[in-house]
């Protein structure tokens, strides 16, 4: 049987791609997980503990810079 290109290829030849595509894109995911930085602990408690900023009247601001020529 033809296994060359995927129009010809049988229902098995199909199942061993995804397979291998699906075990590759959860290997991808897990190197990405364990390589991402650990924050230090104290760095996150001052995060917590940060000021809050309350919003206060809104305010309109407007701007024109065009010239109208009549």
């Given at each position: 049987m033809n296994n060359y290109?995927?129009?010809?290829?049988?229902r098995l030849t199909h199942l061993k791609i995804v397979a291998v595509s699906l075990v590759a894109g959860i290997l991808v995911v897990g190197v990405g997980i364990a390589a991402r930085p650990q924050l230090p602990d104290m760095s996150t408690r001052l995060e917590a503990r940060a000021p809050i900023l309350k919003a206060g009247k809104p305010v309109i601001w407007t701007q024109s810079d065009s010239v109208t020529i009549r």
């Open positions: 290109t995927m129009n010809t290829a049988d």
